[in-house]
């Protein structure tokens, strides 16, 4: 099985990274492969809601960078995880003009990531944890992703590079989240020849313009 981790901070070993690296830790004693890909430093440009990714059906973005190779890696893995610092209590902003694109992408190209196992992790220095915690859960929630819990909020604190491994519970909370991630991902794996999933039902629009 594997993993793959995007890491949504502009720093490449800030907090985020960290925070991922615990939970690389306990997929790697389990033998899951991760791939931690930096997102944060990159120059990603968000969704021009030009529909041509519906229109082209080919599982590509229009805007041709990372974002589309990013996509296939997604749609091979086990596991796809969320991982980003907070900014004014949000995602940070390249992080989310990713997010919104692939996902945006899969939701558009049959639902390609529906039925992954997929966790959101946030590092913050102080508040905005929970907020952003949320938002990156919604991309999760309407892309029909099975989703593992910790025991505690998927949130780590610290301000600079490498505090977070100072965060005894955040440590905890990112081990914990890890361990169930691989359970649900055996699972699903243990149960793909003898559990028939339920069938995927067609979107329904619907706005309440009259």
């Known amino acids: 099985m594997k993993v793959i981790a995007f890491n949504g901070s502009p720093k490449s070993e800030g907090n985020t990274y960290h925070a991922l690296k615990i939970m690389q830790n306990e997929f790697e004693k389990e033998e899951i492969e991760v791939e931690i890909i930096q997102v944060g430093n990159k120059k990603i440009r968000g969704c021009l809601a030009c529909n041509e990714c519906v229109k082209s059906q080919d599982e590509r973005c229009i805007i041709d960078d990372e974002v589309n190779g990013w996509i296939q890696k997604m749609k091979n893995a086990d596991g796809i995880i969320l991982g980003s610092p907070v900014h004014y209590a949000a995602i940070a902003g390249t992080m989310k003009s990713f ?9 558009v190209n049959g639902m390609i990531f529906r039925h992954k196992v997929g966790a959101p992790v946030v590092a913050v220095r102080r508040s905005g944890g ?12 309407y892309s029909e992703m099975m989703i593992p819990t910790s025991n505690y909020w998927n949130v780590i604190h610290g301000t600079s590079p490498g505090d977070a491994l100072k965060d005894k519970e955040g440590k905890q909370i990112m081990r914990v989240l890890a361990k169930n991630m691989v359970y649900l991902m055996k699972l699903k794996k243990a149960g793909e020849n003898e559990v028939e999933a339920p069938e995927q039902e067609k979107k329904e629009f619907m706005n309440f313009i009259r």
């Open 99 to 107: 997010l919104d694109r692939a996902f945006y992408v899969a939701s």
């Open 130 to 141: 929970l907020p952003t915690f949320n938002q990156l859960s919604n991309y999760l929630n």
